[in-house]
């Protein structure tokens, strides 16, 4: 009889998930598509991996392919390791403490085979607790012209790929530990490529473990992601100035500019971030105080300080908000003429916002430069319930943080006012926050700032 060749090659990578191991081998053996390979990597475990995985051999020996690691290497490198050994038109992973839905290779393959042009299909998933129990699906959205795709990416595990636009990318990136999901998926998708497949498809386990629960170590590697993709869109530079409005009084708080946190004025935290960033050309000043004029005009004797010039602003009452798009246009035409060079991005930055630093500017270009985005600002994803009025009465919007869940639909993006990347032309030709925006996640500790007495007194003990 002649051997067909598998056409779906799963790999389930284990290290030390041992006790949940043995419900995601058996997914697999349940599924209602016979066709499929399967390779089960044990990562240099120190629990019962390697006997559950021996356990489930002896039941699909001639499907399964299983490898013991004698030293860790990551769900990247283990991928690119079996992606030329494998023989499946389509590659998938499973985490080991994830398990599919019975009929999810008969979705995922039958949308495949129907259409030559996706390369990626995908469906909504279970969020389940540690012990099993099902807490809601995860639905997700339909991409069109006006959702951005890029904002949210697939699963990296539970996604069936194209193995042939695999190598055709170069696989994933080994030097990520986290965040393999967003990586392949700027690399091959775009909206035609994409199939979202509305029916859910398998189960995403939620523990202190599991690598979902590391946030910080997660906005790392994206942003490393995001940073190794934006070299490719170099070709072209951008001239890009940064604006740093400056207000020295308000009402009840005063001489602003020059509060000192870890011995530098909140001005000087402000330009030196602008000065330390790879792609600002200029820094505009922009100010009505004769006071912060004379320091800069002091600041402009040093060599590092000659990108900044000033922009004379009228008199402000004390509680009078700034005009953004105002401040901008004066400071962008000011460049034109001053430097005679066209204006292709502005950086607004906010001196109220202590902890910014260069890099934050520089991922902010990175993004819009890799997502072709018009705007970037600065957020915090809302982790708590939030709620809001409406026709029916007191609404809450994000449900699922009840229970400590974060689905795609309830993402809730608050401004944290340290941020606004736009494109010169968008902000001469309209409002920057109805176009088409991008945004970068900064954690609570980056996003505060110093508005009031009281905020200025919160941070001085909490830097000292």
């Known amino acids: 009889m002649k051997f067909i060749k598998p056409l ?4 389930i990578v284990s290290k030390n998930y041992g006790r949940f191991l043995d419900q995601s081998i058996k997914s697999v053996f349940a599924q209602s598509y016979k066709n499929w390979e399967l390779f089960l990597v044990d990562d240099n475990s120190h629990d019962n991996t390697f006997e559950i995985m021996k356990k489930n051999f002896k039941y699909k020996d001639n499907k399964i392919t299983i490898i013991k690691n004698t030293s860790s290497l990551g769900v990247q490198k283990i991928a690119n390791k079996i992606i030329p050994i494998s023989s499946g038109k389509y590659f998938i992973r499973l985490d080991a403490d994830d398990w599919f839905e019975k009929e999810a290779f008969k979705h995922m393959v039958g949308v495949l085979e129907k259409n030559v042009k996706y390369q990626i299909a995908f469906g909504n ?6 012990d099993g129990l099902k807490l809601g699906v995860d639905k997700k959205y339909s991409f069109s012209s006006r959702l951005n795709f890029k904002h949210f990416p697939v699963h990296g595990a539970c996604t069936m790929f194209r193995k042939k636009k695999l190598i055709q990318v170069g696989g994933y990136n080994e030097k990520l530990k986290a965040q393999d999901g967003w990586d392949i998926w700027q690399k091959v998708a775009k909206k035609n490529t994409i199939c979202h497949i509305k029916k859910t498809l398998f189960n995403y386990r939620q ?3 599991s690598l979902s629960a590391n946030k910080e170590k997660i906005l790392k590697y994206r942003n490393m992601i995001f940073e190794e993709l ?5 070709k072209k530079s951008l001239n890009c100035l940064a604006i740093i409005p400056v207000k020295e009084n308000y009402k009840n708080f005063f001489n602003v500019p020059f509060l000192k946190i870890k011995n530098e004025n909140l001005i000087d935290i402000a330009i030196n971030g602008a000065i330390n960033s790879k792609y600002v050309d200029k820094i ?4 009505s105080s004769k006071k912060v004029i004379d320091y800069i005009k002091k600041k402009k004797n040093q060599k590092k300080y000659k990108k900044i010039f000033t922009v004379k602003r009228n008199e402000e009452k004390l509680e009078k908000f700034a005009n953004i798009k105002k401040i901008i246009l004066d400071a962008g035409e000011k460049y034109k003429k001053q430097y005679n060079k066209k204006l292709d991005l502005i950086v607004y930055l906010s ?4 902890f910014r630093k260069s890099d934050h500017i520089d991922r902010a270009i990175n993004i819009l430069r890799v997502n072709k985005c018009d705007t970037v600002f600065s957020a915090n994803i809302e982790y708590d319930p939030i709620f809001k009025f409406s026709n029916k009465g007191i609404k809450v919007l994000n449900p699922g943080r009840f229970d400590e869940l974060n689905f795609e639909r309830e993402t809730l ?11 010169y032309s968008v902000i001469k030709d309209s409002n920057i926050f109805t176009s088409d925006l991008g945004y970068l996640e ?5 996003s505060q700032q110093i508005k009031s007495t009281e905020d200025y007194k919160k941070i001085k003990n909490l830097v000292n």
Do not use: C, D, W
Not at 413 to 423: C, V, W, Y
Not at 442 to 446: H, P, V
């Open 8 to 11: 779906v090659s799963i790999y």
């Open 125 to 130: 998933y279970h969020f389940v607790n540690e």
């Open 207 to 209: 523990h202190e473990n």
């Open 230 to 234: 934006s070299k490719s869109k170099r």
């Open 284 to 287: 505009a000043i922009t100010t």
């Open 351 to 354: 001196i109220h916002a202590p």
């Open 413 to 423: 993006l608050k401004f944290n006012g340290s941020i606004i990347l736009t494109k």
């Open 442 to 446: 900064m954690n609570n500790q980056e």
